[in-house]
């Protein structure tokens, strides 16, 4: 069910661009299905947390400075290194997949702080 769910919100990521306001939907569904199939409270948590102050007005009013189309994706392709591990049930890969987004994401963010 997991699985299925992830696959549909990839879908939808694939098919949106970096302008349509959706792209944070599908964004926060394919990691909250993420957070829900690991079967962590506390990471179901943490992700409503974190995707609270990711659409806070302030967050969307500066999004632009860290946030286009080569940046949503590469999301994307990080995205589905991460599904594909999941859907392989290789926990290993999955895990090493979500530490690069993460890391990517936090040098994507900086640089386009930098660059501003």
Not at 82 to 95: H, L, T, W
Request: charge should be neutral; proline fraction near 3%.
């Amino acid at each position: 069910e997991h699985i299925s769910a992830m696959a549909q919100a990839l879908g939808e990521m694939v098919c949106c661009s970096a302008s349509d306001p959706m792209n944070v939907e599908y964004d926060r569904r394919f990691h909250h299905i993420l957070a829900e199939a690991s079967g962590n409270g506390a990471l179901v948590q943490m992700m409503h947390a974190l995707w609270a102050m990711r659409t806070n007005p302030l967050y969307l009013r500066l999004q632009d400075h860290f946030h286009n189309e080569p940046i949503w994706q590469r999301a994307i392709l990080e995205h589905r290194e991460i599904f594909e591990a999941v859907r392989m049930g290789d926990a290993k890969n999955a895990r090493a997949a979500m530490q690069r987004h993460l890391k990517n994401m936090k040098t994507r963010f900086a640089s386009g702080w930098q660059e501003a």
